[in-house]
């Protein structure tokens, strides 16, 4: 029934295969899992990670234990939250799948800002591109800043969903944008365009024009995606 992964791999593994056995209805609501001990041997893992992948599903709402009877799969229809696999965030094809969902999101999220900043938004965006340029003028691969500039974007949204979802993302926007801007460094004319991009959507944002600040934020995004492929990595 399930794939067999080696003893070291992390219980999140385990989890998301179970989570997948779940949504395909082998487990229905409110059925009994398979026992730890079974569970391990049909894994080939040790016990500890079969109850750490219990333990995050309990947390998500997904199973219950039941004390003296074992783990049913929950009987309500819970609230689960997104997951996304770090190991493939990183994946070329899966990267430009994450710089998609990040035009989706951060072009909105432009617009907003470029119609509700205030001024010290303003400046905390300014601040946010300033630092960008000194970390690449210092030989580091700016990937924290980069994070920390479209952050300081939807702050001024004033949006606090916005912000929870970047927040959300941000531990998978910097797997991709680590791979995006190792591929920039490489070509001056690549460093060149992503700054040009970065100030052009900030200057729309000081505009107050939100269709060019929706405009520059998908160029941007849709210009590293390109960048990728003619660099060959995807």
Request: net charge neutral; charged share 25%; hydrophobic share 45%.
């Amino acid at each position: 029934m399930f794939d067999k992964i080696p003893a070291r791999a992390m219980s999140d593994t385990v989890a998301q295969q179970l989570l997948k056995q779940i949504d395909k209805g082998t487990f229905a609501r409110g059925a009994k899992l398979p026992t730890e001990a079974v569970l391990a041997q049909q894994f080939g893992v040790s016990r500890t990670v079969i109850r750490e992948a219990l333990s995050r599903l309990k947390n998500e709402g997904v199973v219950e234990p039941r004390q003296g009877s074992g783990v049913f799969v929950a009987g309500h229809g819970a609230i689960r939250p997104l997951r996304i696999d770090y190991a493939e965030a990183v994946e070329p094809g899966s990267v430009v799948q994450i710089l998609a969902l990040r035009r989706a999101i951060e072009a909105e999220v432009a617009s907003e800002a470029a119609m509700r900043r205030s001024d010290a938004d303003m400046a905390a965006i300014d601040s946010a591109l300033a630092r960008i340029e000194r970390a690449v003028a210092d030989g580091e691969d700016g990937v924290a800043e980069d994070v920390a500039f479209h952050r300081a974007i939807a702050v001024a949204t004033g949006n606090p969903y916005f912000l929870k979802t970047l927040m959300f993302l941000n531990q998978y926007l910097e797997a991709g944008t680590l791979v995006t801007r190792r591929n920039e460094a490489l070509r001056e004319d690549f460093s060149r365009q992503v700054r040009e991009e970065h100030a052009a959507i900030a200057a729309a944002i000081r505009a107050g024009d939100p269709m060019a600040a929706r405009n520059a934020a998908q160029t941007h995004l849709y210009n590293a995606a390109r960048r990728l492929a003619e660099a060959g990595i995807v």
